[in-house]
């Protein structure tokens, strides 16, 4: 069974940080990018950032640039995998459920949510001013 897990939210006062993280299990994930993407309330699901299958390229929306810092780990066999996404000097408006997502690596769409195959829950981030 395929699945997205996603932990580390929380309430944190402005210019504080939160590390999300995302386990991902029940396949391999070697020819997945992944990303985070986050929905405020009555806001649609936006793209935060994205990174590719191995690691090796990224990509962050506009507003995270500098504060927020996408990874990933692979264990050897691929068979799970967790993606992380270090936010630091948080912003009121960074209040939203974050979420996680996977994508085949061929699509090389990232910030197109309807192009991601699976989607964690979402974790609550809440930030105070």
């Known amino acids: 069974q395929v699945q997205l897990v996603e932990s580390g939210g929380g309430l944190v006062q402005a210019g504080g940080s939160l590390r999300l993280s995302c386990a991902a299990s029940?396949?391999?994930?070697?020819?997945?990018?992944m990303a985070w993407f986050r929905q405020a309330p009555g806001k649609e699901r936006t793209f935060v950032a994205g990174?590719?299958?191995?690691?090796?390229?990224?990509?962050?929306?506009?507003s995270v640039k500098g504060r927020f810092t996408i990874s990933r780990v692979h264990p050897r066999d691929h068979a799970e995998n967790m993606l992380y996404l270090q936010m630091n000097s948080l912003k009121p408006e960074d209040t939203a459920v974050y979420y996680c997502?996977?994508?085949?690596?061929?699509?090389?769409?990232?910030?197109?949510?309807?192009?991601?195959?699976?989607w964690g829950q979402g974790t609550q981030v809440t930030v105070a001013t």
């Open positions: 029940g396949r391999p994930w070697n020819n997945y990018a």
């Open positions: 997502a996977a994508q085949l690596a061929w699509y090389n769409a990232w910030t197109n949510k309807d192009r991601y195959d699976y």
């Open positions: 990174i590719s299958w191995n690691g090796g390229n990224t990509d962050y929306a506009d």
